[in-house]
């Protein structure tokens, strides 16, 4: 698929001349051309050495060149939203070297960090906040009797979230000299849907060849400029001095190609959104090891599978057809498929709504997502009760993404909810009885599951699922391991190797709270392993339990500690948290040794 990627990195004398945005102001106008085209040649290169986001990049060459050329960053502020797209960026300012060791355990971030560089004016990684963060920019500069510009760049995709507005609607009462530049190219991760979606593209047919108008934008006194091709030099430069040189809120609208100047991905943006790395020609040959579904792929799977039963299933989104596996559903089932477009807190009360009429909601969603929409769950689903099933996905750490996308609090803020069942599957087999489970429980149910390649179900089978039963896997001595999620591959290791007890827990709520009495009676020490933070988590679930029925059996709680883990493999993450077996086990041994 990524065969036309370079694996040799490109000549690119111009680029290589520019460490700071201060070298880029020095050149002329009629060397910025070359400038975008060495800048995607390392582009393309640099992600496929390291993998990481793809199309988003290739399609604000232009716009990041410009920016950085007219605004005297850092010292005038520049915001990012998502930063899908800040590749360019980062690359322009000192951090092109980096680059190859962006995504990997102490190496650049995938998103703008204000710990990595002053020119990351604010970090992201999730949608829609550039607005609102560059308006309080504004705002505070003015205080302090500054006139430094401040910038925000969205996409289409960003502006369908509520945020946005909420902050495009503030700003106009201030007056702020605030620009916000919707770099608009049809698409966020698959393609935009909605209402404005549908009025951007109508817009863009009449007003290209056309006067300007009067438009949304206007009607929340912005002043609205555009569209501009955002691939021309002589087009784009003038259309940002002059809105840059308006004062009060302004809105300059740019038409970009998301992939532009790699023709794979400009045929084909969702698929190129992002990319694996790219191994060389003379890596290891050797016969790859059979691929396992991974867990969104299982949820995928019984969705399409219960909807062709039960025609009540509806499936929601919140723009995330292809991370969450619903391209089949989509596809099967098209009148029950709803993807709402960035915005997380609609579609937890849009299930809600569906609930309420007889239909049987379930709502896709990732795990750092979910946390948008928490006062939704809370108000809407939960107070209600309501039957709607969360299908929580990217639970727990997730690697390259880094900080911003794990999933390392839905336990905590879900399992002190009334009448919220809490599961953790901990693999393929549970993943899809927990899900027909949920499904079929008169109530509001989430079912957590991480990122990645499903684990095979244990040689002994997944015996009759109740709600609130563990499962018991072995029987040992001293150690009891209370197993909740997809680290059992881990703790079975140690259970075997040192003879402890294991059980897989399944409920985080309702805890099995028989099992946690029967554990401390027969145990010195009983241990919990999650994939989530250790404060507020499973753990804490089981030392509530142990409190309420008087146990003194010590609990060494394993899980992420009180703090924000940086990108790295998963693999890397875990073994960095000690939830890997060995540092599963060396915190046992050390627990038992402080006992003795």
Not at 20 to 39: M, V, Y
Not at 49 to 63: I, R, S
Not at 439 to 463: F, K, L
Request: net charge negative.
């Amino acid at each position: 698929m990524f065969h036309d990627i370079p694996e040799q990195r490109p000549h690119t004398p111009l680029l290589d001349s520019i460490d700071r945005p201060e070298q880029l102001r020095t050149l002329k106008r009629s060397e910025l051309p070359q400038l975008a085209r060495e800048l995607r040649a390392f582009l393309l290169y640099s992600v496929g050495q390291t993998g990481g986001h793809f199309g988003a990049g290739l399609g604000v060459v232009e716009l990041t060149i410009a920016l950085h050329y007219l605004l005297k960053t850092p010292h005038e502020q520049l915001v990012w939203d998502v930063g899908h797209q800040t590749y360019p960026h980062k690359i322009l300012t000192g951090r092109r070297e980096q680059m190859l060791g962006m995504r990997q355990k102490d190496g650049l971030s995938p998103f703008p960090k204000r710990s990595e560089s002053p020119f990351d004016s604010f970090g992201t990684g999730h949608s829609s906040t550039s607005i609102s963060a560059a308006l309080g920019m504004a705002l505070a500069q003015r205080l302090q009797g500054q006139s430094h510009h401040t910038v925000a760049v969205i996409g289409d995709g960003a502006m369908t979230a509520g945020m946005a507005f909420e902050a495009l609607n503030h700003a106009a009462h201030t007056g702020a000299n605030l620009l916000v530049v919707l770099n608009d190219n049809e698409m966020s991760i698959s393609r935009n849907e909605g209402g404005l979606a549908t009025y951007l593209a109508r817009n863009l047919k009449q007003k290209m060849d056309g006067p300007i108008t009067a438009d949304l934008f206007q009607a929340l006194e912005f002043g609205y400029s555009g569209p501009v091709d955002g691939h021309n030099f002589s087009l784009l430069l003038p259309a940002l001095e002059q809105a840059l040189n308006t004062p009060g809120p302004q809105l300059l609208h740019v038409v970009t190609r998301k992939g532009k100047g790699f023709a794979p991905a400009e045929a084909d943006p969702v698929g190129y959104h992002s990319l694996t790395k790219i191994e060389p020609v003379n890596a290891d040959k050797r016969a790859p090891r059979p691929k396992r579904p991974k867990y969104c792929n299982v949820f995928g799977h019984w969705l399409c599978e219960t909807a062709a039963v039960d025609k009540r299933l509806v499936g929601i989104t919140p723009a995330m057809r292809e991370g969450s596996d619903l391209i089949a559903f989509s596809e099967q089932f098209p009148d029950r498929y709803f993807d709402v477009a960035i915005a997380e807190q609609h579609a937890a009360t849009l299930a809600a709504g569906f609930a309420c009429s007889g239909m049987k909601p379930v709502l896709a969603i990732y795990s750092t997502f979910l946390q948008r929409a928490y006062d939704q769950v809370i108000h809407d689903i939960a107070i209600q009760q309501l039957d709607v099933l969360i299908a929580i996905d990217r639970a727990g750490l997730v690697g390259e993404d880094g900080a911003t996308h794990a999933g390392c609090f839905d336990v905590a803020y879900l399992r002190c909810l009334p009448d919220m069942v809490v599961m953790t599957p901990a693999d393929e087999a549970e993943l899809g009885a927990m899900l027909t489970l949920g499904y079929e429980h008169p109530g509001p149910v989430a079912v957590r599951y991480p990122r990645g390649s499903a684990a095979s179900a244990q040689p002994n089978g997944t015996d009759t699922l109740t709600l609130g039963q563990s499962r018991l896997l072995r029987r040992g001595k001293r150690v009891a391991l209370l197993n909740f999620g997809p680290l059992l591959t881990e703790t079975l290791q140690v259970a075997e190797r040192c003879d402890y007890t294991l059980v897989d827990m399944r409920f985080v709520k309702p805890l099995d709270s028989a099992r946690v009495q029967q554990l401390a009676r027969e145990h010195e020490l009983l241990v919990s392993v999650e994939d989530h933070a250790i404060q507020g988590g499973a753990g804490s679930a089981v030392a509530e339990q142990l409190q309420q029925q008087g146990q003194q059996t010590p609990l060494l709680m394993l899980g992420i500690a009180d703090r924000w883990v940086a990108h790295a493999s998963r693999e890397e993450q875990l073994a960095e948290c000690g939830l890997d077996a060995a540092g599963i086990e060396a915190s046992i041994r050390q627990r038992l040794d402080s006992m003795t």
